[in-house]
């Protein structure tokens, strides 16, 4: 079965570059999600669309911006990259059915992203 | 608000034994409960979930997880432990009718010894 796609699998940056994660979700599934996990850390959630609006926010600093196109993939986009953004991004995707959203969203294998 | 808590960070059993492993949350309306696992350098991959009705799940490797909602727990357990299942062990939730926003505890690390 298709599985979430996430690329690069592997990224590395230096500081004050910028980079962009794609995420493609499984085929028929509307909403995305993005989770940051840190080393050694529990995954925190960044940010989520459904239907390509923005549909929840977490803690995604103010340098970092996503979207979700029309073929509902969707790309995470970090500006001014900090030594602190070093973390496994995780994308997630998930299926609104019956008049509320699935319950379970499927993972991607992550994007893990070194600034040096 | 949901949480979830996760007691101990890092768990050791021999193999052949009982895993258990500790998760309660706080929430203010109906939660739905996860476990995830997570292997090194891996995605995160559903064990098992808890949304309505049987309060006892079974998930996929022989793990199980009980719903007590007197407790506000939901502890994952497996009978017998094997090598492969060394990893860490994430317990999430999310609310009812939301966005399917999962809050993650902070994980529980599995060792697996001989």
């Known amino acids: 079965a298709a599985g979430v796609i996430q690329s690069p699998r592997h990224l590395i940056k230096e500081k004050r570059e910028t980079a962009t994660l794609k995420c493609y979700p499984i085929?028929?599934?509307?909403?995305v999600y993005w989770y940051q996990q840190g080393p050694g850390q529990d995954p925190q959630f960044l940010i989520s669309?459904?239907?390509?609006?923005?549909?929840d926010k977490g803690s995604i600093p103010d340098r970092f911006s996503a979207q979700q196109f029309s073929d509902y993939h969707s790309e995470l986009n970090m500006s001014s990259l900090e030594l602190g953004d070093s973390a496994l991004y995780f994308c997630a995707s998930s299926l609104f059915v019956g008049g509320h959203r699935g319950t379970e969203a499927f993972f991607g294998q992550g994007t893990r992203l070194t600034v040096v | 608000a949901q949480s979830v808590t996760q007691l101990g960070s890092h768990v050791s059993v021999s193999e052949g034994a009982l895993v258990l492993l500790r998760c309660n949350y706080s929430?203010?309306?109906?939660?739905?409960l996860f476990w995830y696992v997570q292997y090194p350098n891996q995605g995160l991959q559903l064990l098992l979930k808890y949304t309505t009705g049987a309060t006892l799940v079974k998930g996929i490797n022989g793990f199980e997880a009980e719903f007590k909602k007197s407790e506000t727990s939901f502890h994952l357990t497996k009978p017998s432990a094997h090598m492969s299942d060394a990893a860490e062990y994430f317990c999430?939730?999310?609310?009812?009718?939301?966005?399917?926003?999962?809050?993650f505890g902070t994980g529980t690390q599995l060792k697996v010894e001989l």
């Open positions: 999430a939730v999310t609310l009812t009718g939301g966005g399917n926003k999962l809050t």
């Open positions: 669309f459904y239907e390509k609006m923005q549909s």
């Open positions: 085929p028929r599934h509307d909403t």
């Open positions: 929430s203010s309306v109906p939660p739905y």
